[in-house]
């Protein structure tokens, strides 16, 4: 074989082994970024599991104390509020720390997230906090407290409901990025 032929097949061996190691490294990078998203998913995803059990836990308290009032009802929604509220908490540091991959959506995600979470801190702090100043006084009559306990949970659910639309839709435009599908998250 000529020395011509040699030279070609090194540099076409060189060439071939060069763009190979660069489709594995793209392929690599895009690997890191796909387990980013659905660290990124996850982790939102535990946040909305974490606040709707608490949240659950303090609707269950109040509509327990509704129905029978005595005070030993009363700490335990007092107990559920404080919890909510600690939630709450925990649920704004994670979603302060949550990095966005390389992506289009990312940012907006942990935007809308953040939103969401600030929205339920309002509610569980603002508005149940009065919630449970109501169903301490003991000025107002059972009635009075349903009907308080209606009003604000109605404004709750439907501030919460509009900001989980937002997240929803930035969620599922970051899902579909990354080719991922949310009802394996979810």
Do not use: C
């Amino acid at each position: 074989m000529s020395n011509h032929w040699k030279l070609t097949s090194l540099v076409l061996s060189m060439a071939i082994g060069l763009g190979l190691a660069l489709m594995f490294v793209a392929a690599q990078r895009q690997a890191g970024r796909q387990d980013a998203a659905l660290a990124l998913l996850a982790a939102v995803d535990r946040v909305d599991r974490q606040l709707a059990q608490a949240s659950r836990e303090f609707g269950i308290a109040v509509g327990d104390y509704l129905s029978d009032p005595d005070s030993e009802d009363l700490e335990i929604v007092r107990q559920a509020h404080r919890t909510l509220r600690n939630s709450v908490d925990r649920a704004l540091q994670t979603v302060s720390r949550l990095e966005a991959p390389d992506s289009t959506h990312g940012e907006a995600l942990i935007t809308a997230q953040r939103r969401f979470v600030l929205v339920q801190r309002r509610i569980i702090r603002a508005d149940f906090g009065r919630l449970v100043d109501r169903l301490e006084d003991d000025d107002l009559d059972p009635a009075a407290q349903r009907a308080a306990t209606d009003e604000v949970t109605q404004r709750a659910f439907a501030a919460t409901e509009q900001g989980f639309a937002q997240v929803a839709s930035t969620r599922e435009a970051f899902a579909k990025e990354f080719a991922i599908q949310l009802s394996v998250i979810q």
